[in-house]
């Protein structure tokens, strides 16, 4: 099937030659339109009916051109495919965002709507993701050291094994979110929601809290060492084989559930509001 949907790309692209950016951009494509056939046979579908569902999704190939024309004038190009060609992908799957091992470092994807996008695998060092729809969103095993997701809505996004180090979550919509394995030392989360938020088997050393509200938020075998939740607002939060013995709760308000849990710990409780 890989050979049938390459001889498509072959024909979409033919009339416009061998453009220079012609193989990164097929390649990217043919990712993406493999990996929806291989979902669609993953839902049952024969050979023949998700072949013609995979290509029905490509839409028009002149909508990339568009934007490869333009990158072609420009004297220097982003690392990568390139932010215009990166655009041109997104319009022809039209809302099916998968961007699996793709480079997209220092990319400009501000306020772009990427909800259920894959960017598993990619290296998105430094990528400015600020005020983006990420919702259930996917950065496995993925590069985003020093990326921004500040005012980004995160709504149920999945970090799993990622390097997030340097990131920047400031005002993001954590909501049902989870960040399992990942590396997080110096990422700044102020002034972020939250609500229901999983932190798992990740290192949260000195990262700060202070000030934030945090609602059914869990922190399961993280490494708490120096964090801070100075002045927070604690309601119905878990600390689950996590040593809190070092966690600065100074001025913290909590509920009573959240105490309840913390007072057999080590951690230091003694300026702390009980509501």
């Not at 061998?18 to 043919?30: G, I, K, M, S, Y």
């Not at 999945?158 to 954590?174: E, P, T």
């Amino acid at each position: 099937m890989n050979d049938k949907l390459t001889q498509f790309l072959d024909d979409a692209f033919k009339p416009y030659g061998n453009f220079p950016a012609r193989n990164d951009v097929q390649q990217e494509l043919l990712a993406n339109l493999t990996e929806k056939y291989n979902d669609l046979k993953a839902a049952g579908k024969s050979d023949d009916e998700a072949y013609q569902q995979t290509i029905e999704s490509f839409g028009d190939v002149s909508e990339i051109m568009k934007q490869v024309d333009h990158q072609q004038s420009e004297p220097k190009q982003k690392p990568g495919l390139g932010q215009s060609i990166v655009d041109g992908i997104k319009s022809v799957f039209s809302g099916d965002n998968r961007f699996r091992a793709v480079e997209l470092t220092q990319a400009d994807l501000a306020a772009t709507s990427l909800s259920g996008a894959d960017f598993s695998m990619s290296a998105l060092m430094g990528t400015n993701f600020s005020g983006s729809d990420l919702s259930n969103a996917k950065f496995k095993a993925s590069a985003v050291k020093g990326a921004d997701f500040s005012g980004a809505n995160l709504q149920a996004a999945v970090f799993d094994s990622s390097d997030l180090q340097d990131a920047s979550f400031d005002k993001a919509d954590l909501t049902n979110s989870r960040l399992i394995r990942c590396a997080l030392q110096g990422a700044t989360f102020e002034g972020a929601n939250f609500t229901n938020t999983e932190f798992k088997q990740t290192d949260l050393t000195n990262i700060s809290f202070a000030g934030s509200v945090l609602e059914g938020t869990k922190f399961n075998t993280t490494g708490l060492k120096g964090v801070s939740f100075s002045g927070a607002t604690l309601r119905n939060v878990s600390f689950h084989h996590s040593e809190t013995k070092h966690i600065n709760f100074d001025g913290a308000t909590m509920d009573k559930v959240t105490h309840v849990l913390l007072k057999p710990t080590q951690a230091d409780l003694n300026n702390v509001t009980v509501l």
